[in-house]
């Protein structure tokens, strides 16, 4: 079918004709409109997912296991039980039978971390999993009943060394279904005979989710019915993984999710909300259980540590004649996230001769999951720290190196890019940077004791576009419109830029348009994830607004000046349609409806398949600049400067999106200086489950990053736009290590970058 897709006329492609937003304009799209939901934030009226207020509501607390492997012989729960205001405590001598988790990507709504029965049997699976919930009257008398409880286990040997794992063997990763693994010619061959080569080996450590709102839910059950307040990412996802769960249907879970305090791939399914629905069953209350700082450690996945080898060979004009891009990376067996870090170098360089390969082991731990530009955060660190050692063995500068070795299609694929000006974001980031003035030389620019060198890097994230997106469109009489789409609001400005985009489709402003979201009442199946919302939306809105249109034309009847054109030859404006090349041939909405002798119209449609995605290589890109200041006596680093210019298609809305970018850019100073999970290797047991040890940057850390961008629409996307979410994560912590060698002369290729590093 790939083949095929590949092969097919780009007219047969969702995306094969431009958008028509690209060049009919409204006004709407690139305005820096601010959040429209920041004056319910700021004044507390925004009700988050442990705000709910129920009636005969009790609250829980979760006791956790401390071995990484056994079986519970013992569970003491008798003092738990007799404490104050304590409701009941469930395990799984009590709790409901309940089947396992659908783990994510086992059936289209499968939204499951991973796919382990949950409190259903006395087997201890990792340090860290759920033994027992209790429920209290108060927050507080739950917390301290469930420190009381106690257990006593037979305790199994464990795998939970990384290095133990991959000496008794590897095996080959898959991601969505793929083998990670890309091969052409004999690059090992390749490189041997480079005039110049490289071959370092880079290693990133675990790190964990830490939204600011913690993980939390508030559940209720209506007889057989489950209604559920939770912080997530997918909403119709987890309607209908619970009812699988639960053995009910898919119409009798109601999870609605309008505001979310921050996901980033971590505010999914995990634990947490089936136990709660579990002991609102067991109870007959409603229930609201939110995990504290150590609990999101506990029970939610993050990322797994990877080792890496980059190999670059290339001739003596800097063109690359090998480029290898192997290594290892851990995950459990319960779910089907190994971290894909060869996925950024697929597509980033032309290379006569590749390796790409990701080995997995393994381990008795929490399930990893997807978590920051999963692949590309850290597989940019080693492949952008390996382009920047071969620049400097050719004595060439590493942006030229670069561009030099830009490809006109996408290496692996062969097919061709649906836009790429990365070259532009470089040449227009280099000039504002400053990076002319850039002594090549390392440690040989100094200001008092303070070192100081400049870096540089490529940022890059796919385009992705996943299936089951729907849309329903309400039009009014009075030329009002409502789009219900069940997407999700995460603090990026969904509903704001959604709603310029509507406002814009139809020609109305922005104050007749309704965006309803986070409720899985209604209609699509659609992941706030992969950087691909917007486009997942977008898709909707076009069909149903299409579907919309023909509806319309229908009802102005042959009266109207609509009369005989086609949905392809309308646009709107002011409230109506018009003739897409003649503007004096228009009907207002009011008028149709009126004429029809309707109220309104309502149209819900679902877009093609995403079958882009395999006609076009299409990816965001970035030009990464950063200026580090490093302590000649402590080793102390601090980041001085940092800019970022951008190839991300059509930029929405100017100020969300620079948010967006600033934000992405500050997981990567995080990534690149301090976040490192401290993970024991002989219990299993996360060391550090606390912001007070797990290091994430502050105000203080951070210096005023500057963003720009190309805005050259993709004429193969919805509104020409590519996601910009994650791209600013990737890139960043490369861009810091070279800026690092550039003021020390020290090669760090081991993150975090810490002070001890450099002494």
């Given at each position: ?236 996802h987890t309607a209908w993984s619970l009812a699988q769960m639960f053995g009910i249907s898919e119409e009798q879970v109601l999870v609605t999710s309008p505001f979310v305090g921050g996901g980033f791939g971590g505010k999914c399914l995990w634990q947490h909300q089936v136990l ?298 002011d409230g109506g349609l018009c003739k897409r090349d003649d503007d004096e041939r228009f009907e207002s909405y009011a008028s149709i409806l009126a004429r029809a002798q309707r109220d309104q119209v309502s149209i819900e449609a679902t877009p093609p398949m995403p079958l882009e ?147």
């Amino acid at each position: 079918m790939a083949k095929a897709v590949a092969l097919a006329p780009d007219r047969w492609m969702p995306g094969g004709e431009p958008d028509p937003l690209i060049r009919h304009q409204n006004g709407h799209i690139g305005k820096p409109l601010s959040r429209i939901d920041g004056p319910l934030k700021v004044t507390g009226q925004a009700r988050f997912a442990a705000e709910f207020p129920m009636e005969g509501m009790v609250y829980a607390a979760v006791a956790y296991s401390t071995i990484a492997r056994g079986t519970i012989t013992h569970l003491a729960t008798n003092e738990a039980e007799a404490a104050p205001g304590v409701v009941s405590v469930m395990t799984h001598e009590n709790a409901p039978r309940l089947k396992p988790p659908p783990v994510f990507m086992s059936a289209s709504k499968a939204a499951g971390g991973d796919n382990l029965p949950i409190m259903q049997d006395a087997r201890v699976r990792w340090n860290g999993e759920p033994i027992a919930v209790v429920l209290a009257e108060t927050q507080e008398q739950a917390e301290y009943a469930a420190s009381l409880v106690t257990a006593t286990y037979d305790e199994e040997e464990a795998l939970v060394s990384f290095a133990e794992a991959v000496a008794k063997g590897t095996a080959q990763s898959l991601f969505m279904g793929q083998p990670l693994h890309n091969e052409k010619g004999d690059a090992e061959k390749a490189l041997a005979s480079a005039a110049t080569s490289i071959d370092s080996t880079y290693t990133t450590p675990r790190h964990n989710h830490n939204a600011i709102e913690l993980h939390g839910v508030t559940v209720a059950w209506d007889g057989e019915t489950l209604r559920i307040h939770d912080a997530s990412q997918l909403v119709a996802h987890t309607a209908w993984s619970l009812a699988q769960m639960f053995g009910i249907s898919e119409e009798q879970v109601l999870v609605t999710s309008p505001f979310v305090g921050g996901g980033f791939g971590g505010k999914c399914l995990w634990q947490h909300q089936v136990l709660a629905a579990a002991a609102a069953k067991l109870v007959g209350r409603p229930v609201r259980l939110v995990l504290s700082r150590e609990g999101v450690y506990r029970v939610v996945g993050g990322r797994s540590l990877t080792e890496q080898r980059v190999a670059l060979g290339a001739d003596g004009d800097g063109r690359l004649r090998a480029l290898i891009h192997t290594g290892t990376t851990a995950k459990t067996s319960g779910n089907v996230m190994p971290e894909p870090f060869i996925l950024p170098t697929r597509s980033a360089y032309a290379a006569e001769n590749y390796l790409l390969d990701v080995q997995s082991v393994e381990l008795d731990m929490l399930a990893n999951t997807f978590m920051r530009a999963p692949g590309e955060s850290v597989g940019t660190f080693a492949l952008e720290c390996a382009i920047d050692e071969l620049a400097e063995k050719l004595g060439v500068d590493p942006i030229a190196l670069r561009i030099l070795n830009e490809p006109e299609t996408d290496p692996t694929s062969g097919l061709p890019f649906s836009a790429r000006h990365i070259d532009v974001a470089w040449r227009h980031g280099a000039e504002k940077f400053g990076w002319q003035h850039r002594d090549s030389l390392p440690r040989n620019q100094q200001d008092g004791e303070w070192l100081v060198g400049l870096g540089c890097a490529t940022a890059t994230y796919p385009y992705y576009r996943m299936p089951g997106g729907a849309a329903r469109i309400t039009l009014t009489k009075n030329a009002e419109a409502t789009v219900d789409i069940a997407a999700h609001e995460m603090g990026m400005g969904t509903a704001t830029v959604q709603t310029q985009v509507i406002a814009e489709r139809l020609g109305l402003p922005l104050t007749a348009v309704t965006f309803n979201y986070g409720d899985s009442t209604l209609p699509g199946v659609v992941l706030a994830g992969g950087s691909q919302q917007t486009a997942a939306i977008g898709a909707s809105v076009i069909t149903a607004h299409r579907a919309l249109v023909a509806e319309l034309i229908k009802l102005a009847g042959n009266d109207s000046p609509l009369a005989g054109l086609t949905p392809d030859e309308i646009a709107s404006r002011d409230g109506g349609l018009c003739k897409r090349d003649d503007d004096e041939r228009f009907e207002s909405y009011a008028s149709i409806l009126a004429r029809a002798q309707r109220d309104q119209v309502s149209i819900e449609a679902t877009p093609p398949m995403p079958l882009e995605t395999m006609h076009w290589s299409m990816h965001s890109h970035g030009a990464m600049f950063c200026e580090v200041r490093v302590n000649s006596i402590t080793g102390e680093i601090r980041v001085s400067r940092f800019l970022a210019s951008f190839d991300c298609g059509r930029i929405l809305n100017a100020k969300t999106a620079a948010s967006q970018f600033r934000g992405g850019i500050i997981m990567g100073l995080g990534l690149a200086l301090m976040e490192e999970t401290q993970f024991d290797e002989r219990k299993g047991r996360v060391m550090n489950p606390s912001l007070a040890e797990y290091h994430v940057p502050v105000h203080m850390d951070v210096p005023e990053i500057e963003v720009m961008w190309t805005d050259i629409p993709d004429p193969h996307t919805p509104m020409g736009a590519r996601g910009v979410g994650e791209i600013g994560i990737t890139g960043t912590a490369a861009a810091v290590a070279n800026a690092v060698y550039n003021a020390t002369g020290r090669r760090v290729r081991d993150l975090p970058i810490t002070l001890d590093k450099l002494i």
